[in-house]
């Protein structure tokens, strides 16, 4: 992993801490009731709440953006976040893509914290935010309609968030069974994964580092799609 970014593991999601001479930026915040550790890892990284400039939500996942409120009340950061994904932050709600009990449960009892409108700001993809020499803001539908990743040149950290997971040291797609467009998965999969990155920073799973096999090897699987380029 580079020296600037920070892997935070929470136990079940992971989020990342980028450091640039400005500050800091979190990708993802976890579950609710983790706004402790974060800070606790900030500070392991050398700083401090107020030293938090922006919070990315990569989607709107109560195990992705549950702690986005406490966080942003703490630190004063900015959210960035795409724009359904940002509509949905101010619900408190998790986006459609859970099998049919499961979503109905989600959609009427599962809620989190929901963070300040005001300091939400909408990105979309094409757009580059100012962390890690640029850090690329990349359409990543699939898992969810609304997902986004991010990818750094410079650095050549993808952050994935659940378009990519690693289970015992293996590169894998997001399961189908919790995915809205496996499809669309699929497509999104190969997108990144041809992007060759160095570290791919997933949302669930040890980060893959210095592996190009495992990339090479998950994008050979993956089925070509009629709208796919040749």
């Known amino acids: 992993m580079p020296n600037d970014v920070l892997w935070i593991d929470t136990g079940s999601v992971n989020c990342y801490l980028c450091r640039d001479p400005d500050g800091y930026t979190l990708i993802d915040t976890a579950t609710p009731g983790k706004a402790d550790l974060i800070f606790e890892r900030l500070a392991e990284f050398g700083g401090q709440p107020s030293d938090l400039r922006r919070i990315i939500i990569t989607h709107a996942d109560i195990d992705h953006a549950g702690s986005a409120a406490a966080v942003q009340a703490r630190s004063g950061a900015s959210i960035h976040a795409g724009k359904a994904t940002a509509a949905l932050l101010t619900q408190g709600r998790s986006p459609r893509h859970m099998p049919g009990v499961m979503q109905f449960v989600v959609d009427r009892f599962v809620r989190y914290p929901r963070p300040e409108p005001g ?35 410079t650095t050549g950290v993808l952050f994935a968030g659940d378009a990519l997971n690693t289970r015992g040291g293996r590169l894998q797609l997001t399961p189908a069974r919790v995915t809205a467009d496996m499809a669309a998965a699929e497509r999104t999969a190969a997108r990144l994964l041809d992007l060759s990155p160095a570290v791919v920073a997933c949302g669930h799973g040890a980060p893959l580092i210095d592996d190009p096999q495992a990339v090479a090897g998950l994008l050979a699987l993956l089925p070509l799609h009629p709208e796919d380029p040749i």
């Open 119 to 153: 300091r939400i700001v909408t990105f979309a993809a094409g757009d580059t935010m100012p962390v890690l020499g640029g850090l690329h803001v990349l359409a990543a539908p699939g898992h969810t309609p609304d997902q986004h990743a991010l990818y750094s040149p």
